[in-house]
């Protein structure tokens, strides 16, 4: 079941009161696992369907629709979409590799512009 508005209206806000770009929508393929990897960006992120398992120094984290995660600049992590996959919304500050989400280059993954 996809997010209600409300939550997504409050994570925008909170997007722009930190500075953080207009966010894109990343649809992750079902059952998708990346091994350890960082980014050279801070995250903020609003789960919209599915399901993305995040963990960070051995802690795994379910984070399900409505809920919301981030991850620090270039911290080390793992994700693993669930069974159905995964849509998010997320924004990142500091972007420097986002030309290859915006081109499908990050296998499983694809970005769609934000649909608010």
């Known amino acids: ?11 925008l806000d909170a997007l722009k009161k ?10 992750g393929e ?8 960082s980014h050279p960006y801070a995250v903020r992120a609003l789960v919209i369907e ?3 398992d995040i ?3 051995g802690i795994k984290n379910t984070y399900l629709a409505g809920d919301t995660f981030e991850l620090l600049d270039r911290q ?3 994700e693993n979409y669930g069974g159905k996959g995964v849509q998010y919304l997320t924004s990142r500050k500091g972007v420097l590799l ?8 990050i296998e499983g993954v694809e970005s769609q ?4």
């Open 55 to 57: 963990t960070i120094s």
């Open 76 to 78: 080390p992590h793992s």
């Open 98 to 105: 986002q030309e290859k989400l915006d081109l499908g280059q």
């Open 113 to 116: 512009p934000s649909p608010t």
């Open 30 to 37: 079902r059952s998708v696992f990346l091994e350890k990897h």
């Open 18 to 27: 930190e500075g953080f770009p207009e966010p894109i929508l990343v649809v």
């Open 50 to 52: 599915g399901q993305i």
């Open 1 to 11: 079941m996809p997010v209600k508005s409300t939550k997504q209206e409050i994570f």
